[in-house]
């Protein structure tokens, strides 16, 4: 791959001018990217030249000392030394004649810039944009004078705060470069740090003596150099409390390092003020502040009369005493003027001072009010304690605001929310696809090529109105860009960007292109790159810029991206792990509850199901409704004790067991009876603290039979409108059964009635259970629903009785019976569920008895054939004609005498009931060749979409369904013939039971 091959190149370009890619840092490909697209002249660079460079600069002076000695260390090898500031440009250099003519003619002059943008790729561009030492070897240069040299450079920092104040560049020939020489350039970037440290300290301490001898001429207090406390000569500073001291302090640093601010006032406790005020302060080339203190009580003293107290504006338009020295009336006799002092400075007095003693700590008697020094230091130092003291700030509200939610989109834009605008312009976050699915990341470094998702991009003054969009976008990274190297380490990474570059087609991908031009603007930015790692593993990337170039981001700044990133990503880490458990327990939860309510043919349905942990949603109630037989269904709740996935796993045990006993079509207490003699062989097992409801409705009966472990009672709402909770024989829990056996009651139900099973969170109010009979009171009112309106028609008699209404849909009964007793959500799981019964019209129904006698067989199918042609089922007679002589015969042979019932019921399905006294268990048998017989159930398996048996306190009854198909009549025209012999035919469904 060519990684040049989307540039122009001139004809006189060769594959020298480029560097070879399999042999070249992705750093390197990528600055001379950056180069290509900014046009620099590889022959003949347009460097600007700074003509008004301080020659005596605190860098020059903290740094010449030591490059001269690095020099004299290479003396007799052709090496320059090139000393740049933190823009660029080259401040001095030190090398042979010869070696100082080929920078001279390379335009390489003090003062000239050589930041990227004008001379292409070179060692000190490279160090001042990653803020790392960087080496740049022969072919790797972008201009082509610099092909033959390898050009090493380191930054040099302040140690204050370890901002970046230039760079020394080592140039030396290829040929002659080794390992060791960078090791030594860096040692001297070290030295210079620690000069301009001590510079800085004599500075300061240049500053203090300054003001001191100010002070001694004003008469003014003084600070006490055995405490380090504010303390007046004669007199001590009034106390104050830790909590006072600190803000003083926080209120000193941000006026020293404010440009224009001279006032400030800090309220304290008691009503006092204390009102700070700045002085300048020169020591040689070292300008700072002096910041003074003063105190008041909340309402400014009166003054003694003529001698008014120097006052000025304040910033908010309020009177503020200045604290200057008296004017020389106000002076006490005695007092002695030191040579050179102003007219306006107080002097030493060799003798008490009496006027001291008329003077109140924050009184203005006397003269003026008293004042303390507080702090000394220069702007630039105060700018970084108020930077590290806004970043522990920014710290501290991150560890509140970052993580609220498991939400891990919302906790990246909550990263974003609070580094905008206090620590850059724009925040970019991306996450790995695989973090965003739930996955578990891969432990390591994930690399350039790793598939990342941008979730959130932020920009804008305030958070409020805040620009954000680009979102959801695939987003990849070119080797050598800033976010490639930040996977590749795992660590922060600085580095400046140009909006014309970020928008470049090739890199794209890696910044929001057309988004950052309209919120960065055109220039030069600064952007920092920090990894969202824990764990480990990387799980993403959040990107800061900042607009232009004036505040670089610096060490500190790196220290609190990886705070803030780390803080951020464990956060993520904890939402993506709650995601993926919340999602395996939801796709547990609905396995085994039921995916929707199945069409009944007598029975219409609606359900809710609330957990009581609504993030998890996962519980142990649980409901069902089961098609049986006869058209009848089966309607199912049940409740196990806790949350979660426990509960949740044993409650899908149970809904297993229940459908299985209920496919055997056994009585309701039967298969309570069954399912605790399941529960109860596991003592230890959670499902012992489970209770279960179970009802079978007849829709031919209208007749509803139920049995409850340990459950409450379904409520019932008849037609009429009357509510009534069904009578039941309370059984014990499930697991608990050997106390007392099961019992089911039987009651009746008209059509159009409402039934309501429920568990007992429905009841619940806070931790505990409510007033129980206020409770079903809410829900038999919630069931009934508003009285109907009386018709208003006017053509209605008056007193005439109100018109039917229609039917409430479940759904919106549902809805009222959740809103009414939950209106501030579940206390515990509730599982409800609502059933509309119907009965089966009674010429849908057809039975006969028939007496035990081999001769009824052909009468049965002679009433069956009947019945189909009132029915209009004419594509069903030959099926159902087989089924009943099989069923019949088998009944009359093995029914244990008594007579025999048959019945068909119609509804969305035709079904064929033979019932005996008997309770064998008739099943399909493999016939041998030679017998006649035997064949009977498999032939009624095939012609039916559905058979079985279900057990009567008194015999069975075996049934048989079929589903009719209009379409299909006339396709079995050969009917059994009617003079075929009734012995043989019984011979041929023979079947033993």
């Known amino acids: ?421 206090r620590f850059a312009d724009i925040v970019v976050v991306d996450l790995t696809e695989n973090v965003l699915a739930g996955e578990e990341p891969r432990p390591g470094t994930p690399g350039a090529a790793t598939a990342l998702r941008r979730v959130t991009v932020r920009g804008g003054e305030d958070a409020e109105g805040g620009r954000t969009g680009g979102t959801d976008a695939r987003v990849g990274y070119a080797p050598g860009t800033p976010q490639a190297r930040c996977l590749e380490a795992g660590r922060p990474v600085a580095d400046s960007v140009r909006t014309e570059i970020l928008t470049a087609p090739s890199l794209s991908g890696a910044h929001p292109g057309e988004l950052l031009r309209d919120l960065l603007g055109e220039g030069e930015h600064s952007y920092l790159a920090a990894p969202l790692r824990a764990g480990g593993a990387v799980l993403g990337l959040a990107g800061f810029y900042r607009r232009g170039r004036a505040h670089p981001y610096e060490e500190d700044d790196l220290a609190l991206a990886g705070e803030l990133a780390a803080r951020t990503a464990i956060s993520v880490d904890n939402a993506r792990r709650f995601s993926r458990e919340r999602d395996a327990a939801l796709t547990l939860q609905r396995s085994l509850l039921p995916r929707d309510t199945p069409r009944l043919a007598a029975v219409d349905l609606a359900h809710r199901y609330l957990p009581a942990d609504a993030r998890s949603g996962v519980g142990g109630d649980w409901f069902d409704a089961i098609p049986l037989s006869g058209m009848r269904s089966a309607l199912v709740v049940g409740d196990v004790a806790g949350h979660g996935l426990e509960a949740a796993a044993t409650m899908g045990r149970l809904r297993t067991a229940v459908r299985t006993l209920a496919d055997l079509d056994m009585p309701p207490e039967e298969v309570l009876a069954h399912l605790d003699d399941l529960v109860g062989r596991a003592p230890d097992d959670p499902a012992t603290a489970a209770t279960c409801l179970y009802a079978v409705y007849d829709p031919v009966t209208c007749r509803c039979t139920a049995a409850r472990a340990g459950h409450p009672p379904p409520v019932a709402v008849l037609p009429g409108g009357r509510a009534r909770t069904l009578d039941l024989p309370s059984g014990p829990p499930l697991g608990l059964g050997g106390l007392q056996p099961y019992e089911s009651a039987t009651v009746e139900l008209p059509a159009g009635s409402l039934l309501a099973l429920y568990t007992d969170g429905l009841f619940k109010e806070d931790r505990g259970y409510g007033d129980a009979e206020a409770r079903m009171g809410l829900l038999t009112s919630a069931l009934r629903g508003p009285e109907p309106p009386r018709d208003s028609s006017p053509d209605s008699p008056a007193g005439s009785p109100p018109g039917p209404s229609p039917e409430p849909s479940l759904e919106r009964i549902c809805d009222r019976v959740t809103g009414t007793l939950l209106p501030g959500g579940p206390r515990d799981d509730v599982a409800l569920l609502l059933a509309r019964v119907h009965a089966l019209p009674a010429d849908r129904v057809a039975s006969w008895e028939l007496p035990a006698d081999p001769s009824v067989v052909s009468d049965a199918r002679a009433l069956a054939r009947r019945q189909l042609d009132e029915w209009s089922l004419p594509e069903l007679e030959y099926g159902t004609g087989l089924v009943v002589s099989e069923l019949v015969t088998n009944a009359v042979r093995y029914g244990g005498g008594g007579p025999v019932r048959l019945r068909l019921l119609r509804g969305a399905s035709l079904l064929c009931e033979v019932s005996d006294r008997s309770n064998s268990s008739p099943r399909i048998r493999r016939a041998g060749v030679t017998e006649e017989g035997g064949r009977g159930l498999f032939l009624v398996a095939q012609f039916t979409r559905n058979w079985g048996v279900r057990y009567m306190p008194r015999g069975k009854t075996v049934w048989a369904e079929q589903v009719p198909h209009p379409g299909d009549s006339g396709r079995r025209e050969e009917p059994v013939p009617k003079e075929a012999d009734e012995q043989a035919l019984l011979a041929m469904f023979d079947d033993l039971g």
Request: charged fraction near 25%; glycine fraction near 10%.
């Open 1 to 421: 791959m060519n990684f040049f091959s989307d540039f122009p190149v001139s004809e006189r370009d060769g594959p020298a001018d480029r560097p070879p890619s399999p042999q070249v840092r992705a750093e390197i490909l990528a600055s001379w990217q950056r180069s290509r697209l900014l046009g620099v002249d590889q022959e003949n660079p347009a460097l600007p030249v700074e003509s008004d460079l301080d020659p005596d600069s605190r860098l020059v002076r903290a740094a010449m000392p030591v490059l001269r000695r690095l020099y004299e260390r290479f003396s007799g090898m052709p090496v320059t030394v090139v000393l740049t500031d933190s823009r660029a440009n080259i401040v001095d250099r030190l090398g042979e004649t010869g070696g100082l003519d080929l920078m001279d003619a390379a335009s390489l002059v003090p003062g000239a810039n050589v930041d990227e943008r004008f001379m292409g790729t070179s060692s000190v561009s490279m160090v001042l944009s990653t803020r790392a030492p960087f080496v740049v070897v022969g072919h790797e240069h972008f201009l082509h004078s610099l092909k033959t040299l390898t050009c090493m450079a380191a930054p040099v920092r302040d140690p204050v705060g370890g901002t970046v104040q230039g760079a020394v560049n080592l140039s030396v020939p290829m040929e002659l470069a080794r390992s060791g020489m960078a090791l030594t350039l860096q040692k001297a970037t070290d030295r210079i740090g620690q000069r301009l440290l001590e510079m800085g300290s004599a500075r300061e301490r240049g500053l203090m003596e300054s003001f001191l001898r100010a002070r001694r001429r004003g008469e003014h207090a003084e600070i006490d150099p055995a405490s380090g406390t504010p303390a007046r000569r004669g007199e001590a500073a009034p106390r104050l409390v830790p909590r006072e001291e600190l803000a003083l302090l926080e209120a000193a640093t941000e006026l020293i390092s404010s440009g224009g601010e001279t006032f400030a006032e800090v309220p304290l406790t008691g009503g006092r003020v204390a009102t700070l005020r700045r002085k300048l302060l020169h020591h040689g080339d070292a300008e700072g502040a002096a910041v003074e203190i003063s105190f008041r009580e909340g309402r400014p003293a009166a003054t003694a009369p003529g001698a008014p107290a120097a006052v000025a504006g304040g910033p908010d338009g309020r009177r503020v005493p200045l604290l200057l020295p008296p004017s020389p009336a106000e002076r006490p006799a005695g007092a002695r003027k030191e040579p050179g002092a102003p007219d306006g400075a107080r002097e030493e007095t060799e003798g008490p001072r009496e006027a001291e003693s008329e003077r109140r700590p924050g009184g203005t008697e006397g003269g003026g009010p008293d004042a303390w020094l507080l702090m000394v230091g220069e702007p630039g130092v105060g700018r970084l304690a108020v930077e590290a003291r806004r970043r522990l700030s920014l710290l501290n509200e991150a560890g509140t605001r970052i993580g609220t939610t498991l939400d891990i989109r919302r906790t990246a834009r909550e990263l974003a929310e609070i580094a905008v605008p």
